[in-house]
């Protein structure tokens, strides 16, 4: 393993909460509320992403039930992207949802396993459940504002600069169509009074 592999913060160890307090005490319920420095950005399509470092704030309940230890609160976030137009830097402000149902492992069948979320040594991981919840509200297609021109097609200009920009194209083909069709009329002149 090379070292240069081993994250420089992981919510997986930063997200953990002791519950230990809670297990056998169904309906007692603990406020928690935690903010951890966001691991490195993952490689990939996810376009909206917390820088790392930045902030990443957990505010949860904590509820004994039967089964375990139900999760819920939110997961706020300052996520930091491109516009997909013109690639301009561009913020979001997520909050996102938690909700989750940490089952006490002799609770759940061998079969059930995979397919459940576990307790682990009486702790909650809220690790993976803040990830997941944080890129499901980001932004797929970010935009730095709803009409933003992006760039030229073809030399890659900022159109909000300048919204004739434009190329004369002449294509061959369509010059000589051109000439069939055109006739000579003068460009008519914006009459203002
Ligand atoms: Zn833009
Ligand atoms: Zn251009």
């Given at each position: 393993m090379s070292s240069d592999a081993i994250p420089t913060s992981s919510l997986d160890t930063s997200l953990r909460f002791d519950a230990v307090d809670l297990v056998g005490r169904t309906g007692s319920h603990r406020h928690v509320e935690r903010t951890v420095p966001a691991p490195a950005r993952e490689a990939g399509s996810i376009a909206m992403q917390?820088?790392?470092g930045d902030d990443i704030t957990v505010a949860v309940e904590?509820?004994?039930?039967v089964e375990g230890i139900y999760v819920h609160g939110t997961a706020t976030a300052l996520l930091t992207g491109e516009c997909s137009r013109c690639l301009?830097?561009?913020?979001?402000d997520v909050s996102a949802r938690l909700d989750e149902l940490f089952m006490f492992p002799e609770k759940v069948k061998a079969e059930d396993r995979e397919d459940s979320v576990l307790l682990e040594?009486?702790?909650?991981?809220?690790?993976?459940?803040?990830r997941d919840a944080i890129a499901m509200e980001a932004e797929d297609r970010p935009l730095c504002r709803e009409d933003c021109p992006g760039l030229c097609g073809h030399c890659g200009f900022r159109m909000e600069e300048d919204p004739s920009h434009h190329h004369e194209f002449v294509d061959d083909r369509f010059a000589a169509l051109k000439g069939l069709f055109d006739t000579e009329e003068p460009a008519q002149k914006d009459e203002q009074n």
């Open positions: 917390v820088p790392e904590l509820e004994s039930v301009d830097p561009v913020e979001q040594a009486d702790e909650v991981n809220l690790g993976p459940l803040v």
